[in-house]
């Protein structure tokens, strides 16, 4: 199994562009997030999904829009890219218990820089 | 608002010494999670903790949960070099959908 799959694995966009991040997961997991990784701040959540045709703000959602019209997949949007984007991103899945066996499953990452 | 502190956030260690990291958090939560992150990669799950007194252990890392004085400890035993890398705490969201809360995250560096 791939598990969770993100793409593209590295970006450079100029201020003001517009790109998709796609996240495909093959382990039918109901839940879908998308965080960024900042250096000294840890993960902050952006947004996430509980199943197909749903999307929810997270901690840091302003300049993102998300969609998850398929189970497996979670698209997060950035339409009009700011220096302060510049992050990497993860997407994350899991099932809708999480418990000593379940967690999360995390992609290997986007690396986003926004010139 | 559950907030999530991690410290120290730089630990630089000798190898074969022993060391804590600590994870406060705010308000209550049912589950802390552990996750090691290698530079340029991904994370990965190390431990969960679901109860008060928790502790689950591997190699030379323990992890422990205390859901009272809202706190986890991970324990590094004995460190080696292959131990370096970042470990992040992460406290569930009470109200669902399995949302996380992450530390700053430990950037341990063991050196000889």
């Known amino acids: 199994n791939a598990g969770v799959t993100q793409t593209p694995k590295f970006r450079v966009l100029k201020t003001g562009q517009s790109m998709t991040l796609l996240c495909a997961q093959d382990m039918n997991h109901e839940y879908m997030y998308w965080y960024r990784q900042d250096p000294g701040m840890g993960l902050r959540l952006i947004h996430y999904s509980v199943g197909e045709g749903t999307t929810a703000k997270g901690e840091v959602p302003d300049g993102y829009n998300v969609s998850r019209l398929k189970k497996q997949n979670f698209l997060l949007g950035l339409e009009s890219a700011a220096p302060s984007q510049t992050s990497v991103y993860f997407c994350?899945?899991?099932?809708?218990?999480?418990?000593?066996?379940?967690?999360?499953?995390f992609g290997s990452g986007t690396r986003l820089t926004v010139v | 608002e559950l907030k999530v502190e991690q410290n120290p956030l730089f630990l630089s260690m000798q190898e074969g010494k022993n060391y804590t990291i600590y994870c406060n958090y705010s308000?209550?939560?049912?589950?802390l999670y552990w996750y090691r992150q290698d530079p340029g990669k991904s994370l990965e799950s190390l431990f969960v903790l679901l109860s008060n007194g928790a502790v689950k252990q591997e190699g030379r890392l323990m992890a422990s949960l205390d859901t009272k004085a809202r706190l986890s400890t991970l324990h590094i035993t004995a460190a080696v070099h292959d131990l370096s890398a970042t470990y992040f705490c992460?406290?569930?969201?009470?109200?669902?959908?399995?949302?996380?809360?992450f530390g700053a995250g430990t950037r341990l560096a063991v050196h000889p």
């Open positions: 994350a899945s899991s099932y809708p218990t999480l418990g000593a066996n379940y967690g999360y499953t």
């Open positions: 308000t209550t939560s049912d589950r």
């Open positions: 992460a406290v569930g969201y009470s109200g669902g959908y399995n949302k996380l809360i």
